[in-house]
């Protein structure tokens, strides 16, 4: 739905402002409707009403430091909290599209499951929170890290691990591509230690 179809550009076609605050930064969430991670979202309770999608989110001087993408709303309007994506992370996608574009389609080289009770206490855990790995491909990027089978993954790039689907959120929600080096936090044996990952390209089907 765009502006027209509220009648506004009838008479007069000046564009619309709307004069909100910043209410905070770093938002990450997950949208109920389309399923998708959105992260690193500048929040605001500035009107984003439908069709406003794409337009910039300006400061006091008039300087750009966001585009207006979405709403928080059960009804459909808005009611004061909105997101913005943040102007830098605009600029560097443009800078990847000008370069050619990126490839997210990387490789990690691991699989994983929820963490038992039962392999929790061997753990040394008082509760099953965590990513236990199941295997680790040769050769992968994972298996160049070092981690190995029984290995329980606890934290990925500073956020928490709770359970085999909390891992798969946060790497959908954090800006990975081929060639990006991933931290890991990794339990193991009642020791816990840090490992980076070096993402790599997808290998080839065989066949």
């Known amino acids: 739905m765009h502006w027209e179809s509220y009648g506004l550009f009838a008479v007069n076609d000046q564009p619309s402002v709307s004069v909100g605050v910043i209410s905070a930064l ?23 009403n439908r069709g406003n999608s794409g337009g910039p989110l300006v400061n006091s001087e008039a300087v750009a430091i966001g585009m207006n993408t979405l709403i928080f709303s059960e009804s459909g ?4 909290i909105g997101f913005a994506i943040p102007s830098n992370r605009i600029s560097a996608a443009i800078e990847d599209l000008l370069k050619g574009g990126v490839n997210r389609n990387y490789w990690i ?3 994983a ?5 039962t392999r929790a206490r061997i753990q040394g855990l008082d509760k099953p929170s965590g990513a236990e790995v199941t295997s680790v491909e040769a050769g992968s990027p994972a298996a160049q890290a070092g981690i190995r089978v029984e290995d329980v993954i606890v934290e990925i790039a500073g956020r928490e691990v709770e359970s085999a689907r909390a891992a798969q959120d946060i790497l959908r929600s954090t800006d990975l591509r081929v060639g990006s080096t991933l931290s890991m936090k990794i339990l193991r044996r009642h020791k816990t230690f840090e ?10 089907e065989e066949g």
């Open 26 to 48: 770093g938002r990450d969430f997950k949208s109920g409707s389309d399923g998708r991670i959105y992260s690193e979202m500048i929040q605001t309770d500035a009107a984003i």
């Open 77 to 80: 309007g808005s009611v004061g």
């Open 109 to 111: 080289g691991i699989r």
């Open 113 to 117: 499951r929820d963490l038992t009770w």
């Open 195 to 204: 490992v980076q990952v070096t993402l790599a390209p997808l290998p080839p």
